[in-house]
């Protein structure tokens, strides 16, 4: 059944298969790109438990799971299992990196090269990334560069990852001058996304990953912003339905941008709501003080306090926004004490900046995201002076 | 005249379009690849004295110099203001590595990145890769990496990187455990091949680019080995004219194999023809104790051996294929004293094996190689232990 899902032209499967495997309902939704690099990413309470939806992805029989402490003591031996089950003679590597985005460096992506050449891995080899967006960025850029590309699988195990890291083919490392500087675009040959494992994500974690969920809403979808602001709490309690529901929709965007504009020439860059200011408060305060999504959280509302100021978004939506993330135990506003002169330097060196002026991702609605240099400039200067 | 010539749909365009600018006869070549990723390469005496070349592969303002401390006292300048008289806004930076293959590392690569983020170089940069095989290799890799990728044009300095490493996209560094393990397929906007700087290489690695000449006639070409047979005094005396005719072959040659094949899934594998012997001469003696065309000379007659051994060639090839390398004063046997086990050991963490049996690049006569891992792997034991 899985391999009889079509492959559509160059446009999002929007209304995903269902069927049913043991039971349980997965989703299959598709990432459609050109050179036969489209993909699937399948969605589901026990994803994890099913090997058929592995078996098709696999090219030989060397695998190197890449995952970190804290999530190989919860879920490394279900995915050993899992490869055996599938491979009875698998050759299996572990990689179990430092828990942190403060790890997220060329240093420790050497470590996956280590145990990849002293394992002997040839070019058939799969890395599996089995862990948060940080282990998700490394292994994929290890696949990316490993003999210069192999194949990999993304099992992303907190929200944050399933809804946006997981998908898209961003992969990369943290340079001490800035995040995400080094890296490649570089596409998995599946994702899978099993809901059951966010059971065990700590709360502020969660919380994290919800503040990408609504970013959808406001770029691209008033109505999911709705159905947010509707069924908060039944996220919040990790209702499996509302789980189920949040990020289909989210992973349904984001493949759909990403079909549109892979490389980010375009459109792509409305996913960036809030990072260019998140960037900065990240970067201010140290990798991994603040969470990445509690920092795109504020950013976003910064975003969207410009957008007001500029005139092209209505209030209300800001108070909206406000309300959601509160409600989701986010901030909404940045680390106190920082700077207007801290904001703009780390702003300036941050991939959004284009020959001197600074684009911004901006709202003209709920739902409606423009990327643009073509604003008032001195607008940003003032709303960061108020600081 | 440049931006007329027309791409030819994923065929290599086999007769050059010649053309004078300011009274000098530059060759254009084009390799040839999907979404436009097409590029030319140009090919002659005094290329680098021609601004109008370079023009149309300038995205932005910002450009990046990569080059070593001895190629950069010798044509740093001239680049320099190669790039001011084009653009005379630019802001321009300079990387200047330590010069050699030892260098080829993860931590030289970093240092690039420090110079591109110090600068604060945006997605709009361009690199320049002006050097030998090192420097196209990182810098190229540098490319594909910075901000997940940049555009960068090869200047390449070698008759090594001019008439190899320079075309084709392969980028990376090494590892300590195996040659480069670490990289991407990543194809740059030119190849700018100025025959000039060939004047002041030294003799040695002369010699060692004629190595990857040589090849090309053996791997697909008959009548270029009897040409080189033929002219290979001319060549040894740099004779203008003997070497572009002889680098325009080669890169015809080579873009043709990397317009079928880019990313090595096939054919592309015959440009290693001596090199998984070569490689494992290499790592042997540490990296830069010979250089890689001596390795690969040697390399190759290796696997003349092995392909006359398995009844597959003609000894006459061989013994032509001896004469002609060492009228182009390059070794034609490994060093002395390294091992069977020596081979073997190094082998078989070679990117050629595939799941355990040793893939190599053999011929079955001049001009025709083959990628095969169907031979009798005993053969090639048997000529190890005769070392």
Known sequence: ????????????????????????????????????????????????????????????????????????????????ELLVSNSPGAQISVVRLPDGERYKTLETLNEIFDVLLQDRHNRKTTLLALGGGVVGDMAG??????????DFLQIPTTLLAQVDSSVGGKTGVNHRLGKNMIGAFYQPQAVLIDTDVLKTLPEREFAAGLAEVIKYGLIADADFFSWLEANIDALNNRDPQALVYAIRRS??????????????????????????????????????????????????????????????LDPDILTRSKDLLLRSRLPISPPPGMSAEAFMKHMSVDKKVMDGSIRLVLLQGCGKAVVTSNFDQQALVSQLRKL
């Open 1 to 80: 059944m899985i391999a009889g899902i079509e492959l559509l032209n160059l446009t999002l499967l929007r209304f995903p298969v269902c069927f049913k495997l043991h039971m349980t309902s997965i989703t299959t939704l598709k990432v459609v790109l050109p050179d036969h690099r489209s993909y699937p990413i399948f969605i589901g309470a026990g994803v994890l438990d099913q090997p058929e939806l592995l078996r098709p992805f696999f090219a030989g029989r060397q695998f190197c799971i890449v995952t970190n402490t804290t999530v190989a003591a919860l879920y490394e031996k279900k995915i050993y």
């Open 141 to 150: 850029f290890a696949a990316a560069t490993y003999q210069r590309g192999v």
């Open 251 to 312: 992973c349904e965007i984001k493949a759909d941008v990403v079909g549109q504009d892979e490389l980010e020439g375009g459109i792509r860059a409305i996913l960036n709501l809030g990072h260019t200011y998140g960037h900065a408060i990240e970067t201010e305060m140290g990798y991994g003080t603040w969470l990445h999504g509690e920092a795109v959280a504020a950013g976003m509302i910064m975003a969207c306090e410009l957008s007001v100021d500029l005139g092209w």
